[in-house]
């Protein structure tokens, strides 16, 4: 499978956005899907992720904020971020996994979301 990830950009704090990763090759069904972030000097970090039959988890930074969704037709994943705060600032990755989350199967390529303060 490949992934493309879109949507990120510059907002205010407590604004919105919403990312997309659009996969191609194979369905997303076959997997968990997932978002990571990754703020400048710190390692790449789960924030949400939703299996094929919709269970989702969160963060404790983004629970309550974030919510990922699928639309298995269009076979792409979803990041509505809302309340955003200057830490949410970072380059957010979308990931597929079959497995485990230490056994990643395709990465998207990132997209920048700065937020300012």
């Known amino acids: 499978v490949q992934l493309q990830a879109s949507g990120g950009g510059l907002v205010q704090a407590g604004g919105s956005l919403r990312l997309s990763c659009a996969a191609s090759?194979?369905?997303?069904?076959?997997?968990?899907m997932g978002w990571f972030h990754q703020a400048p000097g710190k390692e790449r970090e789960l924030v949400a992720a939703?299996?094929?039959?919709?269970?989702?988890y969160y963060s404790d930074s983004v629970k309550g904020r974030f919510t990922i969704s699928r639309d298995n037709a269009k076979n792409t994943v979803y990041l509505q971020m809302n309340s955003l705060k200057f830490e949410d600032t970072a380059v957010y990755y979308c990931?597929?996994?079959?497995?485990?989350?230490?056994?990643?199967?395709?990465w998207g390529q990132g997209t920048l979301v700065t937020v300012s303060s």
């Open positions: 939703i299996t094929s039959g919709d269970n989702t």
């Open positions: 990931a597929a996994t079959k497995a485990r989350w230490d056994s990643v199967d395709a």
């Open positions: 090759g194979r369905t997303i069904t076959r997997y968990v």
